[in-house]
């Protein structure tokens, strides 16, 4: 438990989408929550499921399936979203599952492999090897940079 | 203590605030002692607070500031320099009042300069008038302030008055002053002080929070309670769902806060930067009582102080430039707020010099916004746009006052982020004008909640003028031309879009003919919103859309309702921007591209084409029809050689469209009736072929009579029909039966301002069948420009919907110019509501009429025309 070793440690939040696990920079993080009442948004992007009321705020809730293009979820399930805040805004990412939060070394990471899917790539910073799966840390920004324009049509 | 001192800081910055701008009135206006006796009261008081506190270094300043206003109050004269010491004391005062509440202790230092040069000031007043020197007490010293008989025990103010000025000036020494005089006199202030407490904005907003988590606890109770159906909880439940939501609106009340709170510094801001600059400015300021959400108001209360800056800096001239210009000396910034169509608007327009158009060109050239060739095919207003970008700054030189660098990209910026809009208008040498829109932004709002599409929407009531349900057969009747639906409503025609089509939930364009028709109305534009469902109104807080969903045009924002659900808010601009768009996607893709593209445009308007006597289509403005018929052929009459059919009781007189329509004798008769009052006549048309939405933009001016002239609609050659010359065809008298003015000697001239070619046209002919000499400008600038060119007219008729100044902002710029003011002008307008009438009263129109209303007109010219006569 050295400065050093400190500093080279940073932690995720890990969460499974499609099958793959992901992993979110546990200080962007707010909270964890199931979606209840979700109001969809017409003419909203695709990856755009809806707005709910958490507590008195708005979310705007990201389909991370749809976002990383890792096909449609089954109807009727249960709903887990990571609550994320950019700009003042409020984000709730929809994902699987959640799952367990890891210390992982910065050095350990390595960089997107070159044929990573274009829409897992965009948001990808690296990848971690862990024992039996790949964790691809996703960038909170990145993810949210929808484009407006890109759906419009 | 830390209680005592803290309350003192907040109490005394307020005290100050309101100081600030008093001092600045009484400036302007010396005599009014009143003003003066309440400045001076507070900065009594503040001065006897600090002696009980202890604080010696305000209490000094304030003594000091103290006795140079009792100079005013004995009958020198407030000079401008003797204010602005006292400014300067002031702030001086609250500089102290910072570090005061930051360290809880009066700062070191002294203030011997102020209090020096404020002591200086009084010595130079005091030779003016030698009896204020000897005695305190004489009569002429104060309008007597306390409006009561004194109390037992209380000292009278005069006698107050002189135990201050016979105080020792010396800081330390102790002082007899105890509050009790300011309390005597503070007795109003301090029973509308009960009224009111203090709270912290963190207890509120915490208030908030827990209030909504209270209304999802109870909307998860009552979904217990329904799946149980006989439960004793039922009615208890009820009683707190009620008041769960009293609670969260008076919640969200204690957020609202007049706007008026983000201007109060802005008198002493111009007042300053006028002595600085050497300018005369009056500030202006209508709507401060509009109340804003807290929050929204601490975003734009910098913004607006910026812009004003601004416009008193850049903005104005100096006197001599504005005499030169043939100018009013003083300059005038404006401020205004108001709520219209679900919006909060804030305008800051200045009569200044307007915006240098090539230097902000070249400007934005040099920092590689635009190219030297894109640049040129700018219109002025869209090189206008260019100062919200960073490093604009345009002031050639850098002022004390503004240039710093900290720009209008700042003021975009900050509005942004409360979802709004700013758009600046600049006419050169008439004045500059920013318009800030603030899309509903968590102001509270009525809402109707409807349902479309298995959704619930909420519809701004601002907008909504009725509420139909359509039944076939019945007086409301939903038809269709083509494939456009449209609703008959008394006397108009209504363009009907199904809510769910339009947000893309059912791709089917949906049968209109059931479900309600939501009547709406966005400036000239009325519509009606076909809905599965409606519930209930709902009084809503309106929340900023998130900003992946703000490019969607038809939502202005979204809101949490009172069962706890999101629901979106529905943007009836955004409605009526799209219904022209639907309306041309049904027509083939190129040309539908290209319409659209023309439908985003402003200034477009419904046609009803149609085809008479030629395969060549003929188009009229919706507008103006008043219904469209198909009647029996066999119920046409022929009487006195002329086509009449029975039509609501009545004889209606047909007139076919040219020589070349045959009335037909069989089958049925398409007609498009037109009715002013009571008359009504119908024009013989072959076949209406399609509504349009589409820009009337007349090309050619017509040979024949009956046409105005051609316009190309949807890529064909079109006539458009002058319906002015067929409704005297119908009745002779149609114009002038009764409120024909009688000639004076002189026709009277009227000067006509529209910016559509089309009601130009169709105007001018009816004016001057009542006897006017009308002369017409297509803008609000080329009239100015008449008028500065020395053109008189008797009065002025104006539409108030026009592209870059629109008809309030005309009837201002006449009112301001001492030579045009006195010109009667008649506001012609599309939206006649209680709203826009009052703000044309405000701005000086005469009168308000209806476009369509011809006999409006006429009686609103003779009114006009017989008041000119009595005068």
Same mark, same amino acid.
């Given at each position: ?17 499609? *099958?793959?696990?992901? +992993? =979110?920079? $546990?200080?962007? &993080?707010?909270? #964890? ?6 109001? !969809?948004? %017409? ?44 700009? *003042?805004?409020?984000? +709730? =990412?929809? $994902?699987?599952? &959640?799952?367990? #939060? ?6 350990? !990471?390595? %960089? ?24 691809i ?16 049509a | ?37 309440n ?29 140079l ?121 301090a ?99 509009t ?76 920092q ?128 009907l ?13 949906g049968?209109?003919e ?20 409606v ?12 900003s ?61 084409v ?28 022929l ?11 009545q ?52 040979g ?20 002015g010359?067929?409704?005297p ?65 008797d ?28 010109v ?48």
């Amino acid at each position: 438990m050295t400065e050093n070793a400190q500093q080279n440690l940073k932690e995720y939040v890990t969460a499974i989408i499609g *099958g793959q696990l992901f +992993g =979110l920079p $546990i200080v962007r &993080v707010q909270d #964890v929550f199931i979606t209840e009442r979700l109001t !969809r948004v %017409p003419l909203a992007p695709p990856e755009i499921a809806g707005l709910l009321n958490l507590r008195g705020r708005i979310v705007t809730l990201i389909d991370l399936r749809r976002r990383f293009g890792l096909g449609e979820r089954e109807p009727g399930q249960t709903v887990m979203a990571i609550g994320v805040e950019s700009r *003042g805004e409020s984000y +709730g =990412l929809l $994902i699987d599952s &959640v799952g367990e #939060v890891l210390k992982l070394d910065e050095s350990m !990471r390595e %960089p997107n492999p070159i044929n990573l899917d274009a829409r897992l790539a965009r948001v990808s910073e690296g990848i971690y090897r862990l024992d039996g799966q790949l964790l691809i840390v996703a960038d909170v920004d990145r993810v949210l940079d929808i484009a407006p324009n890109a759906m419009a049509a | 203590m830390d209680d005592l001192l803290r309350e003192f800081v907040t109490e005394t910055n307020e005290s100050l605030d309101v100081v600030d701008v008093e001092l600045v009135r009484f400036e302007q206006d010396p005599n009014n002692a009143k003003i003066l006796g309440n400045v001076f009261r507070l900065v009594h008081t503040i001065k006897g607070t600090c002696g009980f506190l202890g604080l010696p270094r305000l209490e000094a300043l304030a003594h000091a500031a103290e006795t140079l206003m009792g100079k005013f109050r004995d009958g020198h004269r407030a000079t401008s320099e003797a204010v602005t010491l006292i400014l300067t004391t002031i702030d001086r005062i609250k500089q102290i009042l910072e570090s005061l509440e930051r360290e809880q202790r009066e700062p070191d230092g002294n203030d011997k300069d102020l209090i020096g040069d404020l002591e200086h000031m009084v010595g130079q007043l005091a030779p003016a008038a030698p009896p204020a020197a000897p005695q305190y007490a004489v009569g002429t010293l104060a309008p007597q302030v306390l409006e009561r008989p004194l109390r037992p025990g209380e000292d009278s103010l005069d006698d107050l008055e002189r135990a201050f000025r016979e105080t020792p000036v010396d800081p330390p020494a102790p002082k007899p002053a105890k509050p009790a005089p300011g309390e005597t006199l503070k007795d109003d202030d301090a029973k509308a002080a009960n009224q009111s407490i203090r709270v912290t904005v963190d207890t509120l907003e915490h208030l908030m929070t827990m209030v909504s988590e209270l209304v999802l606890t109870r909307n998860q109770l009552l979904e217990i309670v329904r799946q149980h159906e006989d439960s004793d909880f039922k009615v208890p439940l009820q009683r707190l769902s009620s008041v769960t939501a009293e609670l969260q609106e008076g919640v969200m009340k204690t957020r609202m806060q007049p706007i008026g709170n983000a201007w109060q510094k802005l008198p002493r801001i111009v007042r300053d930067l006028s002595n600085e600059l050497g300018k005369h400015i009056d500030l202006e300021m209508q709507g401060a009582e509009t109340e804003l959400d807290r929050q929204v108001l601490d975003l734009i209360k910098d913004p607006l102080t910026h812009m004003v800056r601004n416009s008193a800096d850049h903005g104005l001239e100096t006197p001599e430039q504005r005499r030169a210009a043939g100018k009013p000396e003083h300059g005038r910034i404006r401020l205004s707020a108001y709520h219209e169509g679900g919006h909060i608007i804030i305008q800051v327009a200045d009569d200044g010099r307007g915006l240098d158009t090539a230097r902000i060109k070249s400007r934005a050239i040099a920092q590689g916004l635009v190219s030297e060739t894109d640049a040129d095919k700018l219109s002025e207003t869209q090189i206008h746009k260019f100062i919200f970008a960073p490093g604009m700054s345009t002031a050639a030189k850098v002022t004390s006052v503004s240039g710093r660098g900290v720009g209008m990209d700042v003021v975009r910026n900050n509005i942004d982020q409360i979802g709004g809009t700013i758009d600046v208008k600049s006419v050169a040498g008439v004045g500059l004008s920013f318009t800030i829109k603030i899309p509903l932004t968590l102001a509270i709002v009525a809402a109707l909640i409807v349902e479309a599409g298995g959704d619930r929407f909420a519809i701004p009531q601002i907008a909504v003028i009725e509420l139909v349900r359509a039944r076939a057969g019945g007086d409301h009747r939903v038809e269709r031309i083509k494939d456009t639906a449209v609703l008959r409503l008394r006397d108009k025609l209504l363009p009907l879009a199904r809510l769910s089509h339009l947000l893309g939930i059912d791709t089917e364009p949906g049968d209109v003919e059931s479900g309600f028709i939501v009547v709406t109305q966005v400036g000239s534009q009325s519509f009606g919103i076909v809905v599965d469902g409606v519930f209930h109104t709902e009084e809503i807080v309106v929340k900023p859309l998130s900003s992946k969903l703000r490019h969607i045009g038809l939502f202005s924002g979204n809101t949490i309702l009172g069962d706890g659900s999101v629901i979106m808010i529905v943007d009836p601009n955004g409605v009526a921007q799209s219904l022209g768009t639907v309306a041309a996607s049904q027509a083939e893709t190129e040309e539908a591209a290209k319409s659209r593209h023309v439908a985003a445009d402003e200034n477009t308007t419904s046609l009803l084409v149609f085809r008479a006597g030629s395969p060549q289509p003929k188009a009229v403005p919706l507008s103006l029809v008043t219904r469209l018929e198909e009647i029996d052929a066999h119920k046409i009459e022929l009487s006195n050689g002329r086509h009449m059919v029975q039509y609501r009781g009545q004889l209606m007189p047909l007139v076919s469209m040219n020589d070349k329509v045959q009335v037909k004798s069989e089958g049925a008769q398409p007609l498009l009736v037109f009715s002013d009052g009571a008359r009504s006549m119908a024009l013989v048309v072959d076949e209406i072929v399609d509504i349009i939405e589409d820009r009337l933009d007349i090309q050619v001016s017509g040979g024949d009579s009956g046409v105005l002239g051609s316009a190309i609609i949807k890529g064909q050659a079109t006539e458009i029909v002058d319906v002015g010359h067929f409704l005297p065809l119908a009745f002779e008298d149609w114009f002038r039966n009764k409120d024909r003015p009688k000639l004076a000697a002189r026709r009277r001239s009227l000067l006509l301002v529209d910016d559509s070619p089309f009601f130009r046209n169709m105007l001018s002919p009816v004016l001057q069948a009542v006897g006017y000499e009308v002369t017409a400008a297509a803008s609000a600038s080329e009239a100015l420009a008449m008028f500065k060119a020395g053109r008189e007219f008797d009065v002025v008729v104006t539409d108030i919907e026009m592209p870059e100044m629109n008809g309030f902002e005309f009837a201002e710029a006449l009112r301001a110019d001492p030579a045009t003011a006195a010109v009667p002008v008649i506001a012609l307008s599309s939206v006649v509501s209680l709203e826009a009438v009052e703000r044309g009263r405000q701005v000086g129109f005469h009168d308000y009429v209806a476009k369509f209303d011809r006999q409006g007109l006429i009686a609103a010219l003779k009114e006009q025309a017989d008041v000119g006569r009595a005068a």
